[in-house]
């Protein structure tokens, strides 16, 4: 009776997390399904299994919740943890692993389609989940004009998920991976790289 019982009890730490990622799990799905604005709080919470109140005790409104689905449906660590000289690369590779992977796509599109339609969608992932990470960007690339060289690194890595995973522009969406990096990771470099 005495390590059965202890094992089977998750610790209140343990209840929390998985409580926490049921909801992450809710939102995205949800917020792939119906975009920010028909995304409720009452809904995810439906979906998670938990009360409403558990959703905004852990956070707080539906703006911080949309960008915690979001950074987690769309992991930077690959991209905020190289260093200079691997940052093309890795800005590409992210924009490929986030999209190409058939579990992850959906939500990650989704997340997408809602800021390219919902102001306050797009707020949240332009100014948390995006720029904490351009921030990080413009930290490793250094140098007096980093912050504008992390921005463009962005918005050409944007323009290509945008053009070949939710437009569909024929050539992009049916190019090999290994052509678009042969082709545009130089560009990027050049990007990265000081004069």
Same mark, same amino acid.
């Given at each position: 009776m005495s390590g059965d019982t202890d094992q089977a009890s998750p610790t209140r730490a343990e209840r929390r997390h998985r409580s926490e990622a049921a909801i992450l799990t809710a939102a995205r799905a949800l917020? #792939?399904?119906h975009g920010f604005e028909r995304t409720t709080i009452r809904a995810v919470a439906d979906r998670a299994e938990v009360d409403p109140a558990l959703v905004m005790q852990n956070f707080g409104s539906k703006n911080a919740l949309f960008e915690a689905a979001a950074r987690w449906a769309v992991p930077t660590e690959g991209l905020v943890l190289a260093d200079r000289s691997e940052l093309p690369r890795a800005a590409l590779q992210h924009v490929l692993d986030s999209f190409d992977d058939v579990d992850r796509r959906p939500e990650a599109e989704a997340l997408l389609r809602s800021a390219l339609t919902?102001? #306050?969608a797009q707020a949240q992932l332009r100014d948390h989940v995006m720029g904490e990470t351009q @921030? +990080?960007?413009a930290a490793t690339i250094g140098g007096p004009d980093a @912050? &504008? +060289?992390a921005a463009l690194l962005n #918005?050409?890595? &944007? /323009?290509l998920t945008i053009s070949r995973y &939710?437009? /569909?522009v024929q050539v992009l969406a049916d190019a090999d991976p290994r052509d678009l990096k042969r082709i545009l990771e130089p560009a990027l470099e050049s990007i990265v790289d000081s004069p």
């Open positions: 917020f #792939a399904e919902h102001p #306050a @921030e +990080r960007v @912050e &504008l +060289r #918005a050409c890595t &944007l /323009g &939710l437009i /569909g």
